[in-house]
């Protein structure tokens, strides 16, 4: 059981280039979200999908598309990177817990530069 | 009213001691806040939450307190190691929504041995 796997783990680009974040999830969760991680910024959602085919805004997309074709991968494009792009990059996937809330997995992160 | 407000930013407690992070929030209608723990190079993990209905809950070394007519809640570490050394991310949601989550900023943590 592998959880959220993102790759690759580090990524640099040069301004204007495009690239595709890629995030698996193998525990059936129909919930996923794309998140950046800026220092002292906290969690940002750029998008989230609650299931296949079904995709949303979150509160930073500019920039930014997913797809979601399957339950198990969430991509995130960036197109014609920009140096405010450099950030780590976390997807996440949610689950309800026992005690009647719900968690999320995350992967591991993509820490991409644009340079 | 969306916001959740964490601090201190940052915290450096001696090892043994009892570190405590707060978090507020505005929206009333939030009704789960749970607490995330990071190391260096991971995603954010799972570590405790509580709902509104209780004002405290303790899992180990760790516990929430929760005031609901102040809206806070704090995470406090008994007896803290060097290896509770993290950011401590807390975080707001509803129950019966889609699991949208609204996250404080961190607190970097250091227990000093």
């Known amino acids: 059981n592998a959880g959220v796997t993102q790759t690759p783990k580090f990524r640099i680009l040069k301004i204007g280039q495009s690239m595709t974040l890629q995030c698996t999830q193998d525990?059936?969760?129909?919930?996923m979200y794309w998140y950046r991680q800026d220092p002292g910024m906290g969690l940002k959602l750029i998008y989230y999908?609650?299931?296949?085919?079904?995709?949303d805004k979150g509160e930073v997309p500019n920039g930014y598309n997913v797809s979601r074709s399957t339950t198990e991968d969430f991509p995130l494009r960036l197109e014609l990177a920009a140096p405010s792009q450099t950030s780590v990059y976390f997807c996440?996937?949610?689950?309800?817990?026992?005690?009647?809330?719900?968690?999320?997995?995350f992967g591991s992160g993509t820490r991409l530069t644009v340079v | 009213q969306q916001q959740v407000k964490q601090s201190p930013q940052s915290l450096i407690v001696q090892k043994g001691g009892i570190p405590i992070i707060n978090c507020a929030y505005e929206?009333?209608?939030?009704?789960?806040f749970p607490w995330y723990q990071q190391f260096p190079g991971k995603g954010p993990a799972l570590l405790i939450a509580i709902r509104p209905d209780v004002s405290e809950k303790k899992e180990g070394r760790f516990t929430i307190s929760f005031n609901k007519s102040a809206k806070q809640f704090s995470l406090h570490i008994m007896d803290s190691q060097p290896g509770d050394s993290a950011t401590y991310f807390c975080?707001?949601?509803?129950?019966?929504?889609?699991?949208?989550?609204?996250w404080g900023a961190g607190t970097k943590l250091i227990i000093k041995p």
């Open positions: 525990m059936n969760h129909n919930y």
């Open positions: 996440a996937s949610s689950y309800t817990s026992f005690s009647g809330g719900y968690g999320y997995t």
């Open positions: 929206n009333t209608a939030f009704d789960y």
């Open positions: 975080a707001a949601g509803r129950l019966n929504s889609n699991y949208q989550l609204i």
């Open positions: 999908s609650v299931g296949a085919g079904i995709t």
